[in-house]
Each structure stands twice: as C-alpha cells, then as structure tokens.
C-alpha cells in the first residue's frame, strides 16, 4: 500500500481553529459497516445509535502545559517542549529544544518566574534531556506558566480557554501532550443519560505523544515506523471488557488512542489483561481486530496513521467517502472539528 492511496483534498476553511459552542454540539457522521450508509446527527444524540450493553472505553489522559518559552544567556529565544517525564524523577525531563543556535550540554535556560532548565545530554532519538531548577516544585510551575500544545495545523498560539476545551471532561491522569480528540465532545450531562440507557463506561489511559503529529515519511505504508506512547488499563477495564464480549455487547473505543491500545494489549496476551508498558501498535487496512467493535472519531489528516486505522476498521474506500462527504457537507476537520461514529 502507498501512504498516497490514503489522501483527500481538505480546504484550509474546514480545519477547525476553536472548538464548538457546546461539547456536544458538534455534528456527527454516520457510518454504518454493514449496509454501507453515510448519514448524521448532532453528537448530543449519540445515545440513539448505542444498545444497552455497549461499553465505551475512554482515554482519561490529561494534557500537560508542555511548551515552555525562554532564553539563553545570549539572549536567544528558546521553545522547549516536554515529551516525558525521566522516571523516578520530578526534574528530569526528555524534551525537544528550538532556537536559532545549537544546543550543548551545560547550555542554560532562563523561564518565566525565576525557573531554569538546564540541558544535561542528548537523548538516542536527538531530543535533550532537561533538568529543571526553581524555587518551587516544578508541575506547581509548569501548571502556572506552561503553554497548552496545540496542533501546529491550527495555526495559532494557545489562549486561556485551550486549558479547558483542549482537555476532555474525564481528563484526569497528567502526561500526554496531545488530546484524545474524539473524547472532546462528552459532556458530563451526556454521559449521565448513557449511563441511564445502559451504556456502560470504562476507561484506560494513553500518553498521547508528539509523534501523532509527525508525518509519514517513507512511499509505502508498511515502512512507516510506528512512535510508542505509555499506557495503562487498570483491572476494572479489563473486566467490563471481557463482561462485555461475553454479554454480547459492543466494545466501543471512544478515539483512535483507545483503540490502540486495547488492541495492543490483546495482540500481545489474546485477550484485554490488566497492565502498563509502552504500546507500538501499527494499524492499517490489513489488520483484524481483536476487540474493538465500534470506534468514535474526528476526522484526520490526510495519509496519517490516524487515518490509517480507520480505514482499517471500515475499509479504505467507504471512509474516504465518507471524507468527501464530509467535505461537501461543510463538516469541521481534526482536533476541533465534528466527529464520526463508525458503526
């Protein structure tokens, strides 16, 4: 397959810059694998399209402030941007550095507030590993004068509600540095009346990484090398899942970084196990799912792996017309744009 055969013309005035009004308010695309229909709604009804029984699994990662602006003791501009925390430290972080001059290591950066970072050494993939030094706790900092990272795509700087609508409402275990978009347009009045349906909720989490951004550089699909993010499932998750399945319900993954991982975990024991570790899961058309039945989306960039994963679930040929549709329709593309629930 060529990384080619997964693209679309997408015009610039369908990126969604800012999110809806309302969470829930965005519209929602059809799908349906089994008669090959393409249909919407308004994401506030999305009950109407689950069954009692169905489980919804969410990412309940928490995007981190991870961009951080400063200066050299030159007076050059730097832009650092965390990428994970060194283990066992709260100081320690791997980071990928900009300025106009090359970084050494001894090199130091001045931060709002009194904050330095220190550039210790370069890591293996050519991203630095930072120490930062204040006279308070370094997330107390980060929290207060971080910037929220945004998608390049949107093309604008972060604002004050960014640090509000750019998290999901079940946003709750810090780490990643980009948001599991399709969560964004829960509210928590919604999934009350889920709930009140029968809908069971279950959550995992995922460290969103930088490489969700990162373009696919090579001509064939199968050469691109897959970047890893940490996860975790808790037990209680691996039971609603295996409740599920053994009910007869659908397991219904809210976002490609849910899928992911369920089927990393599956791929690896046979089954969704409790557990933690780093998931490199590649998925493209080709691939059989494991346990994923259903899958709630926004709409993705053309020849990403995101996209990749979706035409895997539903087949290349039906999403990317269901794209075009979309496109004709005037619907809003990628992190704050309207969603799809591929049925």
Known sequence: MLVTDFTYHLPQDLIARHPAEKRDGSRLMLLDRSSGS?????????????????????????VIPARLFGRKQ??????????RREPGTEERWECLLSSSKKFKEGHTVQLESGMT??????????????????????????????????????????????RERYQTVVAREP????????????????????????INTAFLTLHTGLGTFQP??????????IHTERFVIPPDTAEAVARTKSAGGRVIAVGTTSARTLEYVAQQSGSVVAGS???????????????????????????????????????REFVLEAYNEAVSRGFRFYSYGDAMFIS
């Open 38 to 62: 393409i249909s919407e709604d308004t994401f506030c009804n999305l009950q109407s399209y689950l069954r009692p029984g169905d489980l919804l699994v969410m990412n309940d990662t928490r």
């Open 74 to 83: 030159t007076g050059g501009k730097v832009e650092i941007f965390l990428l």
């Open 117 to 162: 970072a220190v550039v210790l050494a370069r890591c293996v993939s050519d991203n630095w590993l930072v120490e930062f030094n204040g006279s308070e706790p370094f997330e107390l900092w980060l929290e207060r004068e971080g910037h929220i990272p945004l998608p390049p795509y949107l093309q604008r700087d972060d604002c004050s509600s960014d």
């Open 175 to 198: 780490g990643a540095v980009a948001a599991p978009t399709a969560g964004l347009h829960f509210t928590h009045e919604l999934l009350a009346r889920l709930a009140s349906n029968g």
């Open 216 to 225: 696919v550089r090579v001509t064939n699909v199968e050469e691109h090398q």
């Open 277 to 315: 570790g780093e998931a490199d899961i590649y998925i493209y058309p080709g691939y059989c799912f494991k346990v994923v039945d259903a899958l709630i989306t926004n709409f993705h960039l053309p020849e990403s792996t995101l996209l990749m994963l979706v035409c895997a679930l539903a087949g």
